[in-house]
């Protein structure tokens, strides 16, 4: 018999008649192994702040491009609607432009079937003027406006196909194409008489800041008004 379990068989009784103490002391000189080893105590987290965190989370990311930085003053007032008015005469004569007009038209306004005085009495005499103005502001968007002519017919206007008065019409040109295009009378009237007519351009019709009217032929072209709407941008930065 080894001493181990010669060590058991004394513990045995000496556990049922002695005492505690003296049996749990031999248990523990016999076998030590089957004593559990004490559980150790998980180690606590190391605290970190909610904005650490953050901060760990973006280090970690690579920024595919860069936000683009503000404007540094705000815009007051973002957006505003300004006018461009132009009235002729003045200048006079008129001033058209070659630029503005198809050659035909320039040609006739060069030779003896053109003029370029407003109010001219004579018959067979076509006239045109542009209008040229600079924007109101740098930057916003055209909203277009009316032209508004006063014309006086030199001959009697008694009917749309008739040689005099009757069949002339007006023109609205624009870098060199034709936008508009009516008649100017639309009832007999005998010669002499003065009318006024008022035309809407959209801002496709004034989108290179200028604007001609011509008009034939037994007609005279007493003044003319341009009225114009910009929406502007007061904020002197581009739009992305």
């Known amino acids: ?13 000496v556990a049922l008649g002695g005492g505690f103490f003296f049996s749990a002391a031999i248990a523990q000189q016999v076998a030590p192994e089957l004593k559990e080893k004490p559980k150790e105590k998980p180690r606590p987290k190391p605290q970190t702040s909610p904005v650490a965190e953050l901060d760990e989370l ?30 002729a005469p003045p200048p006079s004569p008129a001033t058209p432009l070659a630029s503005e007009l ?3 038209i320039w040609t006739t306004l060069q030779g003896p079937n053109g003029t370029t005085a407003w109010g001219n009495a004579q018959p067979d005499k076509v006239f045109a003027h542009t209008f040229q103005w600079q ?16 014309y006086r017919n030199n001959l009697p206007a008694t009917s749309n196909t008739a040689p005099d008065a009757g069949n002339d019409k007006y023109y609205v040109y624009n870098g060199g194409t034709l936008f508009q295009s009516g008649s100017l009378y639309t009832s007999p009237s005998p010669a002499g008489q003065t009318f006024t007519k008022t035309l809407t351009l959209s801002p496709a019709e004034v989108a290179n800041n200028k604007v001609t009217l011509v008009v034939q032929d037994d007609t005279a072209l007493v003044n003319a008004k341009l009225d114009l709407k910009y929406c502007c941008c007061e904020c002197r930065f581009p739009i992305q």
């Open 135 to 150: 924007p109101p502001c740098a930057m916003g968007c055209r909203m277009g406006g009316t032209l508004t002519f006063t």
């Open 1 to 13: 018999m080894s001493m181990r379990w010669l060590a058991l068989g004394l513990a045995l009784p």
């Open 102 to 104: 198809p050659a035909t």
């Open 58 to 87: 973006f280090r970690q990311v690579t920024p595919t491009s860069l936000p683009k930085p503000l404007p540094v003053a705000p815009c007051s007032r973002p957006m505003v609607v300004r006018s461009v008015s132009l009235t």
